[in-house]
């Protein structure tokens, strides 16, 4: 048995990174096929250097940053939306979504920020979800429009 210590914790960090990768490459392998997992590059150093760029500074170091880097990318990588969920009365939360919706909606992306208090969601909840969905359907419809035309000469 290993005593407590540097050694022991990186190989307890190191297992449970083994661990976690071979969890998520299962369930990536099986959600593929649904379509529910979209090809995207896990290039969190990329999404940093935009994020930080683009949202909020490296020096301030918080959740506030990665997030809306990370949701940044993915729209520039192909997708059709991010949803901002956040516990209730979370100030990263805000933070986040103060940061990430102005420059989404500047772009027209579909961006959706919730809070969650654990309770089912009231109706006027269910309705802004639907309109979301409706959103990012009509912007993943009006993306081969937008692509195909940017190649031709006006």
């Avoid at 960090?13 to 998520?24: A, F, N, T």
């Avoid at 918080?62 to 997030?67: G, I, K, L, R």
Wanted: glycine share 10%; net charge negative.
């Amino acid at each position: 048995m290993l005593r407590p210590g540097t050694l022991a914790e990186r190989a307890g960090l190191g297992l449970e990174s083994w661990w976690k990768r071979r969890v998520e490459e299962d369930i990536r392998e099986a959600l593929m096929p649904t379509g529910l997992m979209p090809g995207a590059h896990d290039d969190l150093d990329a999404a940093m250097r935009f994020g930080t760029h683009t949202f909020i500074p490296a020096a301030m170091q918080s959740e506030a940053t990665v997030s809306p880097a990370v949701a940044g990318a993915a729209m520039q990588d192909g997708y059709s939306g991010v949803a901002i969920i956040a516990p209730f009365g979370c100030l990263p939360g805000r933070v986040i979504e103060g940061v990430y919706t102005p420059w989404a909606r500047a772009r027209g992306y579909p961006v959706l920020a919730l809070e969650n208090d654990g309770q089912p969601y009231p109706p006027n909840v269910i309705s802004r979800l639907e309109v979301f969905a409706q959103n990012v359907e009509r912007y993943e419809r009006a993306k081969p429009a937008e692509s195909s035309s940017a190649g031709e000469p006006s």
